[in-house]
């Protein structure tokens, strides 16, 4: 099993940044795919970003330019930069693993709020 503890989130004006950061309990070298996902009030969970054990990175087109995620295989962590924020950014964030056999694992999500 795969524990993912995500932080850096909060409360920031609109046109601000923030960083996410997610923690895995296992070595991130032997995940398949690693991403973040959001959730707003009322709204499905839609996909944010994701990156590949082999670097390769998808962005939803809402956050392309703005959003960039990267990982670090030494500190198992991977992070999520949010620049030029708006107000429609605002949701629970959350990070999730894939394994080679497609297991999945979320973490417990963490607040993001953009104020105008």
């Known amino acids: 099993q795969v524990q993912l503890v995500e932080s850096g989130g909060g409360l920031v004006q609109a046109g601000g940044s923030l960083r996410l950061s997610c923690a895995a309990s296992?070595?991130?070298?032997?995940?398949?795919?690693m991403g973040w996902y959001r959730q707003a009030p009322e709204k499905q969970r839609e996909r944010v970003a994701t990156?590949?054990?082999?670097?390769?990175?998808n962005y939803a087109d809402s956050v392309k330019g703005r959003f960039t995620i990267s990982r670090d295989n030494g500190k198992n962590t991977v992070d999520l930069q949010m620049n030029s924020l708006k107000p429609e950014d605002t949701a629970v964030y959350y990070c999730?693993?894939?394994?080679?056999?497609?297991?999945?694992?979320w973490g417990q999500g963490t607040q993001v709020t953009v104020s105008s």
């Open positions: 296992i070595s991130i070298s032997n995940i398949r795919s």
């Open positions: 990156i590949t054990a082999g670097g390769d990175t």
């Open positions: 999730r693993s894939e394994a080679y056999d497609y297991t999945a694992y």
